[in-house]
């Protein structure tokens, strides 16, 4: 088990955190002992706003066979349309999970392209784009709570739009997956397709869409579009601003603090009249 103090803003995509107690566990044994004590889990640090002055809490991070992954054919549970993988630890960072399956040509993983997380915290949020979400090529997964590994079919939780219905402390440890046999060339061209269609988004330190798209009147509306069409790209409070690119970001354009973010969406909100529920986590 490895255990370490360090500011969590050099594990954050947004670059903001305190100082907090880091372990990272490789297995279930490790991972009761590191649970024994109030804790948050950590993934990739994409999707969190964590308080400046850091956390009480331990922070525990998936590691060892937790961050390894078996894309090998299950033979029984294949066919000749359908890939069922071995297991994908939920601390394998979801780019790279990506990239291998190309590189396999295994398709089903496009849509989660240029997204900065790990697969238990993709999983647990059901991130997504509108080129599919993490449900999507679930087969099967593995989630520790009070101490104890369980295995669910996806069709058990009650997942849905950046939802996966898993409580918050419980942990997902690993998964399979579903996915389609292509060529690594097919795959590479939707790979490119999902990829050319984020390009608006921003290049600086962010932690994702900020705010969850809404619906008004039935449909789901752009929260970016609502904030664009207000003209609040390029609102900032101190060092947090509103991407100029795309207005559901806030970048850090360095040495942001949390409550300059979270002033920054509370002025969003005020300005719109359409209700937005914010995407981010907060760990105060």
């Known amino acids: 088990m490895k255990v370490e103090r360090q500011p969590l803003s050099r594990l954050t995509t947004l670059g903001v955190g305190g100082e907090c107690e880091v372990w990272t566990a490789r297995n279930l044994e490790e991972l009761l002992e590191a649970t024994s004590a109030p804790y948050r889990i950590l993934g990739?640090?994409?999707?969190?706003?964590?308080?400046?002055?850091?956390?009480?809490?331990r922070v525990i991070r998936l590691g060892g066979p937790y961050a390894a992954e078996d894309l090998e054919r299950d033979p029984v549970l294949s066919s000749e349309t359908l890939h069922i993988t071995g297991w994908v630890g939920g601390g394998?960072?979801?780019?790279?999970?990506?990239?291998t399956a190309q590189?396999?040509?295994?398709s089903g993983l496009e849509g989660m392209v240029g997204i900065p997380a790990q697969v238990g915290g993709a999983v647990w949020m059901n991130a997504g784009t509108r080129y599919g979400e993490m449900f999507d090529s679930l087969y099967e997964l593995e989630v520790v709570a009070n101490g104890?590994?369980?295995i669910y079919a996806p069709e058990e939780l009650n997942y849905g739009y950046r939802s996966s219905g898993i409580p918050r402390n419980d942990i997902v440890t690993r998964v399979r997956l579903k996915l389609a046999p292509s060529t690594p060339a097919e795959v590479e061209t939707r790979m490119v397709d999902s990829d050319t269609a984020r390009k608006g988004q921003p290049k600086a330190r962010t932690a994702g869409c900020a705010f969850k798209?809404?619906?008004?009147?039935?449909?789901?509306?752009s929260a970016?579009?609502?904030?664009?069409?207000?003209?609040?790209?390029?609102?900032?409070?101190?060092?947090?601003?509103?991407?100029?690119?795309?207005?559901?970001?806030?970048?850090?354009?360095?040495?942001?603090?949390s409550e300059d973010i979270k002033e920054l969406l509370r002025q969003v909100e005020a300005r719109l009249e359409v209700a937005l529920e914010w995407e981010y986590e907060l760990w105060e």
């Open 92 to 99: 394998r960072p979801l780019p790279g999970l990506v990239r």
């Open 213 to 221: 798209n809404p619906t008004v009147s039935g449909k789901k509306v």
């Open 103 to 106: 590189k396999r040509g295994l």
């Open 44 to 57: 990739g640090g994409s999707n969190l706003v964590v308080s400046d002055a850091g956390l009480e809490q």
């Open 148 to 150: 104890v590994a369980r």
């Open 224 to 257: 970016g579009m609502l904030i664009d069409q207000a003209g609040l790209k390029g609102l900032r409070v101190g060092n947090a601003m509103i991407a100029l690119e795309h207005g559901n970001f806030v970048v850090n354009l360095g040495g942001a603090k």
